[in-house]
């Protein structure tokens, strides 16, 4: 008799092999992350991935029409490129630097930002007014929203309940409720304000002003300006550092980065650059900061604790890169607790129970690596944008994908996995190249 005949003979064979996990299951551990910058060219219609750490050019993938925001996920598995003149985002797995989908949006997109569960995208259509809300599961637009004139820079609250978009053609920003998904307020700013970042607390939003080379600081409680601060010529990017002391402004015309002190608003450094920097992002540990130099065809490295440069790198034609555009990509998108080990004690359990529909506390229960960082949201987030139909049936389901991935992870024999299962046109002899190709080429080594 097929095991799988009935729902319930299914779940029975599932859990069956989930016992045998505690002493059956083996990992792999991984290195910890190392941070990459995906750098949207946008004369190119590329994205050139750098290695921060040693500033060497990795990778180049294609992507739409003139590539302009980035964003990351949490877990740094995917990587978001608003394409600018293609009315569309990019979707790239960062483990394999692959162009894993192309999601039709509103028109002539810009900034763009990943909420922090991953579970949604939001960018900001430049010529339609819009910011577009993306089910980063589904790979698909879920709705538009109504904002000011000409939104550029996106940034998302920590609790993921607001988004703020600058509106450069309104001198005005937009404050967004996530939960209904509707513009419940606008702050006037200074001239064509663009690059967004929010700080780590939730507390501060800061706006570049590039017609007025200043940076309005939000107080988000009263969604007031409480500052604003003159920095250097054409301000365009924003990022702010993990623990919130500072804020990095790059500055287009002056051809410099401008060091805020959070506490008093004051300007402490301003470091020379020497190209056109547009977008700036930050490491996750604060020691490094990214700028991408539209006019200089190239990247430059900021050591933030020396406020120095330590080097620069080669990109495509005009790199832009509004946005958040720093990842540390996981050895293995399949570790879905991100503790950097893939193990069917923890990972294999959740992407099971995960296709079986358990979410939020019955999906991680007793599940999880003790050294993961993720919530189960962040975990829900990140199985949500896996794809994990391994038999091609074009349906992902536990009976099937689950139990298969399971024995993958169990490092059963590659010529077991599909005992049982009779769905799609899964061949064992594809079975390890389909995981390396799709999901890394760590996941499963030898």
């Known amino acids: 008799m097929n095991i799988f005949s009935s729902p319930h003979a299914a779940r029975c064979a599932i859990w069956r092999a989930a016992a045998a996990l505690a002493c059956a299951s083996a990992a792999a551990a991984s290195t910890h992350a190392a941070p990459f ?105 879920l709705s538009a929203i109504s904002v000011g004139a000409q939104p550029t820079g996106v940034a998302i609250t920590p609790s993921d309940l607001f988004a703020y978009v600058s509106n450069s053609a309104a001198r005005s920003v937009s404050v967004v409720d996530l939960t209904t998904n509707a513009t419940t307020g606008t702050i006037s700013v200074e001239n064509n304000p663009l690059g967004v970042a929010i700080s780590p607390s939730g507390a501060r939003a800061y706006v570049a002003n590039s017609g007025s080379a200043s940076l309005s600081v939000i ?81 430059t490295r900021i050591d933030t604790l ?35 080990a893939l193990s069917a004690a923890t990972d294999g359990l959740l992407v099971v129970r995960y296709l079986l529909g358990f979410r939020g506390a019955p999906l991680v229960s007793n599940a999880v690596g003790l050294t993961a960082p993720f919530t189960a949201a962040q975990i829900e987030g990140n199985l949500g944008a896996l794809n994990m139909d391994i038999d091609a049936d074009s349906v992902m389901r536990a009976p099937t994908d689950g139990l298969m991935l399971l024995r993958a992870m169990l490092r059963l024999p590659t010529s077991t996995w599909a005992n049982g299962v009779s769905n799609g046109a899964f061949s064992t002899a594809q079975a390890l190249s389909w995981i390396a190709a799709e999901h890394g080429a760590n996941c499963l080594p030898p």
């Open 37 to 141: 910058a995906y750098i949207g060219n946008h004369g190119a219609n590329t994205v050139t991935v750098v290695d921060v750490v040693n500033g060497s050019a990795t990778a180049t993938i294609v992507t739409g029409a003139a590539p302009y925001g980035v964003a990351t996920s949490p877990n740094g598995a995917f990587v978001y490129v608003t394409d600018h003149r293609g009315n569309t985002v990019s979707v790239i797995n960062a483990v394999t630097n692959r162009l894993v989908a192309t999601i039709p949006i509103g028109a002539q997109p810009t900034g763009v930002a990943v909420n922090a569960t991953g579970s949604r995208a939001y960018a900001a259509n430049f010529g339609a007014n819009t910011l577009s809300v993306i089910d980063t599961a589904a790979k698909a637009q």
């Open 219 to 299: 107080d988000t409680a009263g969604n007031s300006v409480v500052a604003t601060v003159r920095v250097g010529g054409f301000p365009s990017g924003v990022a702010v550092s993990p623990d919130g002391s500072k804020v990095f402004v790059s500055n287009l015309f002056d051809k410099t980065v401008s060091v805020v002190r959070a506490s008093d608003n004051v300007v402490t450094n301003t470091i020379a650059i020497g190209n056109t920097p547009v977008g700036i992002a930050v490491t996750r540990t604060g020691a490094q900061a990214v700028v991408a130099n539209i006019e200089g065809d190239n990247v």
């Open 306 to 340: 020396a406020s120095s440069t330590v080097g620069s790198t080669a990109v495509g034609n005009a790199p832009a890169s509004l946005g958040n555009f720093v990842a540390y990509p996981p050895f293995c998108s399949l570790d879905a607790d991100g503790d950097g």
